[in-house]
């Protein structure tokens, strides 16, 4: 069974975000945690996430939102610790106007296949990231892309509560690498 890592975007995922819910509601969730949630410096993010996949008994399941995707995408080319998958909700996109200038150290993600499973689950009208960025991306990453319709950045804004529709999603996805092993 594997280990599951909550990776916030900007802010850490408030109490009212479905990241801050699974984390409660699972044992097995651990939430990594870099100096600044709200200064984000990729280095510091990176080496956050390493100490946190590294301190995994099995490999994780990466359950990143929004500058976390972007995170992943960096950190698994410098880093060849095990992960299950990686399971990407409202990747932004750094060319955008609304991407924030404090992450500016996140833009130009490597391109290519990532080196593990992923799941892209996208917004048709997330403000930081357009449909057709996400469908490039995960095209590029070799990432399976789920769509769930108009529901802004997925965030804690979006109402989504606890996110059921998106909870399924996850667990089909964890079920389909567990298949894989």
Avoid at 92 to 121: H, M, N, T, W, Y
Wanted: glycine share 8%.
């Amino acid at each position: 069974m594997a280990d599951i890592i909550i990776l916030p975007g900007i802010g850490g995922s408030g109490e009212t975000h479905w990241q801050t819910h699974w984390e409660r509601t699972n044992p097995r969730a651990i939430r990594f945690q870099p100096k600044s949630w709200d200064k984000p410096d990729l280095p510091d993010w990176a080496a956050a996430l390493e100490r946190t996949v590294a301190a995994t008994k099995n490999a994780p399941l990466l359950v990143a939102h929004s500058l976390a995707c972007l995170l992943v995408v960096h950190w698994q080319r410098i880093s060849s610790l095990p992960v299950a998958g990686a399971f990407l909700v409202a990747v932004p996109d750094p060319q955008s106007d609304a991407f924030p200038a404090e992450a500016a150290g996140f833009g130009g993600p490597p391109e290519g296949k990532l080196r593990f499973p992923s799941l892209v689950i996208a917004s048709a009208d997330d403000p930081y990231g357009k449909i057709e960025y996400a469908r490039m991306r995960a095209a590029e990453w070799g990432s399976h892309i789920v769509e769930v319709g108009a529901v802004g950045h997925i965030n804690g804004r979006s109402g989504l509560e606890d996110w059921p529709s998106g909870l399924a999603l996850f667990q089909a996805f964890a079920a389909s690498i567990s298949k894989r092993a």
